[in-house]
């Protein structure tokens, strides 16, 4: 089965302190993973994506296969990075190819002055 | 571009009681989602519809029952609302037939079961 585990529910830091947001999963084949954030009194939005390998708001992270992970990090962090941040799964293992993202529990940033 | 609409934003029950969330996407995407926030366990998928006319569980689908209306709107029901419905309901939108899978998100409608 799918799984996404963020042991994480809050991640309480200074501004300016690095930061890495652990994100583990189990899945058989080969996963697209990705990071959603949900800044206070705005939507849920995708932060990045691992094929894209790209930095956004300075926010990093790789796809580590052999330990099954996908950790979010920051070398420092800024008091706007306070959200909350779901790591999500997605695996073609349906009828059409179509995608379903699993989502973690997520994991509260609170990044202090 | 409001991208994806949902209705009510919050909505207080009475156990036993039904209700109809709404959702609209004006993204022309196929495929829609409906997934529940609660705190702890982050989001659960509920139902999904993968193009217009289908409809499939999720992870967490008791209780609900939705409708893929035409291309634009997926709402989800619940016939016989329980406390344990009580959570933050999310509509999701994406364009999947491709790597990316990002979805667009609704902002969220507060259901409160008494």
């Known amino acids: 089965a799918q799984r996404v585990t963020q042991p994480e529910k809050l991640l309480s830091v200074f501004k300016g302190a690095p930061v890495e947001l652990k994100c583990n999963y189990s899945?058989?084949?080969?996963?697209?993973l990705f990071w959603y954030v949900q800044y206070s009194r705005q939507r849920l939005q995708l932060l990045l994506r691992h094929i894209s390998r790209e930095s956004i708001k300075g926010f990093t992270a790789d796809l580590n296969k052999g330990e099954t992970s996908f950790h979010l990090k920051k070398p420092f962090a800024q008091e706007e990075d306070s959200a909350m941040y779901y790591c999500a799964l997605s695996g073609r293992m349906f009828s059409g190819g179509y995608n379903k993202l699993i989502f973690g529990a997520g994991t509260r940033l609170a990044v202090h002055p | 571009n409001a991208g994806v609409t949902q209705t009510p934003k919050f909505q207080v029950l009475k156990t036993g009681q039904s209700m109809t969330l709404q959702c609209a996407q004006d993204?022309?995407?196929?495929?829609m989602y409906w997934y529940r926030q609660d705190p702890g366990m982050g989001l659960r998928l509920i139902y999904y519809?993968?193009?217009?006319?289908?409809?499939d569980k999720g992870e967490v689908p008791n209780g609900y029952n939705v409708s893929r209306l035409n291309k634009r709107e997926f709402s989800l029901r619940l016939e016989s609302a329980a406390p344990s419905q009580t959570s933050v309901y999310f509509c999701?939108?994406?364009?999947?037939?491709?790597?990316?899978?990002?979805?667009?998100f609704g902002e969220g409608s507060r259901l409160t079961v008494l």
């Open positions: 899945y058989s084949g080969s996963p697209e």
């Open positions: 993204m022309n995407h196929n495929s």
């Open positions: 519809s993968a193009s217009e006319g289908t409809t």
């Open positions: 999701a939108s994406s364009e999947v037939r491709g790597p990316t899978g990002e979805l667009f």
